[in-house]
């Protein structure tokens, strides 16, 4: 089993920045992809940003050059630095792990939310 625990989120205005942070234990040999999905009120789940193993980033369109995921294997983490906020960015903020275990599963944080002011 994996366990992920999110941290970094609050309330900022328009054109500010923040960091969220997420930090995996368990069996946490068996991750390959982790990121960052959100969830707005009344919307579905989308993705924000994943990062391979290996460090291979990917996007969504509407964070593109805002935002940048890393991730540091050695100690099981992933974070997201997310700059020039819009309040369009306002949601819960998932972490998000591909565990491989007898089959690969999607493993979820908590949540964090992340509110934007204009």
């Known amino acids: 089993q994996v366990r992920l625990v999110e941290s970094g989120g609050g309330l900022v205005q328009a054109g500010e920045s923040l960091r969220l942070s997420c930090a995996a234990s368990?069996?946490?040999?068996?991750?390959?992809?982790m990121g960052w999905y959100r969830q707005a009120p009344g919307k579905q789940r989308e993705l924000v940003a994943t990062?391979?193993?290996?460090?291979?980033?990917n996007y969504a369109d509407s964070v593109k050059g805002r935002f940048t995921i890393s991730r540091e294997n050695a100690k099981n983490t992933v974070n997201l630095q997310m700059n020039s906020l819009k309040p369009g960015d306002t949601a819960v903020y998932y972490c998000?792990?591909?565990?491989?275990?007898?089959?690969?599963?999607?493993?979820w944080g908590q949540g964090t939310q992340v509110a934007v002011s204009s």
């Open positions: 368990g069996s946490t040999i068996n991750i390959n992809v």
């Open positions: 998000y792990a591909a565990v491989f275990m007898l089959r690969w599963q999607d493993t």
């Open positions: 990062i391979t193993s290996g460090g291979v980033p």
